[in-house]
């Protein structure tokens, strides 16, 4: 009591000649604690308790309703029997082989594409300004706008297929969105579609921020233009890789909205991803605790690339 | 950074293989601009079309003959779920639910920002860092506790109701949905204003205690005046998040007349009964999309930097 007393006198020397003022400025003191309080209990309690609660709800026998006595793992051990299970395949198998999929092309060609349109972008390119927006104009839209528009797009009867039958391309055939076996690289086309504009902004970015006179000195250095990028440039940009992994990689994990709008889950929950199987499991098939190891599953995942990048950016600067 | 052919290169190689050069380059935009177009071109005229000139037409001709009637269809008439009154009941329902979640947790993110950078104390780090990586969660491992939550919350808010005759909000779905997201928005907006707030000048703060003005007064007589870039970037990214949420929207208000945007509009499309009216349909996703649509056609410099700041930390 006395201490706290003290450390506020000695901060503000003015106010402690009045006793009344002593209390006052102690409270001025807590002030930006108090204000801070409220969001930051929100979140230990909304986000790490709920947390720590699914992990529990994980660990009983909880169906329809949670149910609070721990039975052991027995959802984690369905889950890795269902891990194995390929033929025919469980729909843990489906999900978490489709987000290996989903997650490499995905990331893979979001990364390659959005480096390569900054690249040409930056070659003083007239209409850039006009361009530029066109590119980037999916991420304002919804995953469920995304979906319905590819889904009209690619709908063998409707899109695609029947504009080029009627261009006089009769044998062209495009069926994947209702193919059980490709359904699931629907969804990584739709993907890249509305999140690779955004990659190519961060590269272009990046690449603005590159100092101009090691350019020069490469090519005084006679470095042809494939050099340049390959040896000089790329390089340079690393920091840029980095955080558009991480922002794809979390997008990725989280993506649920486009499967079943586009999709509705694909042919017999084809293109599920976890994340429509933990929704799937614990709202509709009353699974909830293996609904709910999934999602720890999924946390676990995210959180081993999320917390050393959060861990590393925080550090760098100390302060 | 330089354009692709070097002086050197040009003088040696001749002007035409820069010409081809620029138009390889050109000719590749292009194609790119139109695959990213194409989508929204054909719901656009699509959503114009007849139902005739849609089954024996093709899907990237222009309307024959356009006709708005699909988009008054979808905005006053066509079936959701079970009710057909088109989708203006879950276009407000979305504006109801966004308007106050993306003003309190924007205010909040501002205070959080503020005490964050200019009254530190120990361990400030770790808070922030804690606050941060709940932007990052999936948010399927919070889901089942949060519904579970909510329904006790609507539970009490009914026994209110009977009570006193009145709930208090408790229970009420765009209430709860408002409250989700302040929740956990509250990551992204602190981060956005803390890092913002970083850069501010110190001194003019110690200089504004020194001469006796409060927590309070600081906030909205200094920090409050110069933060309307990060405000605008905020509010628009808040605003778009929230309104394109698909996951706590389907999970909290996912059936009945409560529901949000995006739901309605995944079950407009998916309703399976009768006739699929795929210019109404495209009509309903062009609605859902406009206002994000048009705060990023109005401010999409705004929208692009908070992306940025939302991608790249510290």
């Known amino acids: 009591m006395s201490t706290v007393a003290e450390t506020t006198a000695k901060l503000t020397p003015e106010h402690d000649t009045r006793p009344g003022a002593s209390v006052r400025s102690r409270l001025q003191d807590l002030l930006p604690k108090i204000v801070l309080a409220p969001s930051f209990a929100a979140t230990i309690v909304f986000v790490y308790g709920f947390i720590l609660w699914t992990i529990y709800l994980s660990f009983t026998n909880s169906k329809t309703f949670p149910s609070y006595d721990i039975t052991g793992a027995r959802a984690y051990q369905r889950l890795w029997r269902w891990t194995f299970e390929s033929d025919p395949p469980s729909s843990w198998y489906t999900s978490i082989t489709n987000m290996g999929i989903f997650g490499f092309l995905y990331i893979l060609i979001c990364l390659a594409l959005g480096l390569f349109l900054a690249i040409l972008l930056d070659q003083k390119i007239r209409g850039e300004g006009m361009l530029r927006p066109i590119y980037l104009y999916p991420m304002a839209l919804s995953f469920i706008v995304t979906g319905v528009a590819w889904k009209w797009f690619l709908d063998p009867g409707l899109g695609l297929e029947q504009t080029l039958h009627q261009w006089g391309w009769t044998s062209f055939h495009f069926d994947w969105i209702k193919n059980k076996d490709f359904v699931i690289y629907t969804v990584v086309i739709a993907g890249v579609w509305q999140a690779s504009g955004f990659i190519m902004a961060m590269f272009l970015a990046g690449l603005r921020g590159i100092d101009g006179e090691i350019m020069k000195a490469a090519q005084i250095d006679g470095a042809t233009t494939f050099q340049l990028y390959r040896r000089i440039v790329i390089p340079l940009l690393r920091p840029v890789f980095l955080s558009a992994f991480i922002v794809l990689a979390h997008l990725a994990i989280k993506s649920y909205d486009l499967v079943v709008a586009l999709t509705s889950g694909g042919p017999g929950g084809s293109a599920w991803l976890p994340s429509n199987f933990m929704y799937e499991f614990t709202f509709k098939r009353n699974e909830m605790a293996v609904g709910s190891a999934s999602a720890v599953i999924m946390l676990m995942t995210l959180t081993a690339i999320i917390v050393p990048y959060l861990y590393s950016e925080l550090r760098e600067k100390p302060r | ?314």
């Not at chain 2, 349909?281 to 908070?306: D, E, K, S």
């Open chain 2, 1 to 314: 950074m330089s354009a692709i052919t070097s002086p050197a290169r040009q003088a040696s190689s001749g002007i035409s293989a820069r010409t081809i050069n620029r138009i390889v380059i050109y000719g590749l935009l292009a194609l790119f601009a139109l695959f990213y177009l194409m989508p929204l071109f054909v719901m656009l005229v699509t959503s114009f079309k007849t139902m005739d000139e849609i089954q024996n037409g093709n899907m990237l001709s222009l309307p024959q003959s356009p006709t708005i009637a699909p988009w008054f269809k979808a905005w006053g008439e066509t079936c959701v779920g079970l009710t057909c009154a088109g989708i203006k009941g879950y276009f407000w329902n979305s504006i109801k639910m966004v308007v106050p979640a993306v003003l309190i947790s924007t205010l909040l993110g501002a205070l959080n920002g503020y005490v964050l950078t200019k009254w530190r104390f120990r361990g400030h780090t770790l808070v922030f860092a804690m606050m941060l990586f709940a932007c990052f969660i999936p948010f399927q491992s919070v889901l089942l506790p949060m519904a579970t939550i909510l329904g006790s919350i609507g539970r009490f808010g009914a026994t209110l109701q009977n009570a006193t005759g009145f709930n208090f909000g408790l229970g009420n779905s765009t209430v709860n949905l408002v409250f989700v997201h302040v929740v956990y928005g509250l990551g992204f907006t602190t981060l956005f204003f803390r890092n913002y707030y970083e850069a501010f000048p110190t001194e003019l703060i110690k200089a504004a205690q020194v001469d006796g003005a409060s927590f309070f007064q600081i906030f909205r007589r200094i920090m409050l005046p110069n933060s309307m870039p990060i405000f605008v970037v905020t509010v628009i990214y808040q605003f778009t998040n929230i309104w394109n949420d698909f996951l706590f929207a389907s999970a909290y208000a996912g059936t009945g007349d409560v529901m949000p945007m995006t739901v309605a509009l995944n079950n407009v499309v998916n309703t399976s009964t009768g006739v699929v009216e795929y210019n109404v349909n495209m009509a309903a996703a062009m609605i859902a999309a406009l206002p994000t649509l048009i705060v990023y056609v109005v401010a999409g410099r705004y929208f692009v930097r908070g992306l940025m700041a939302g991608a790249v930390k510290g």
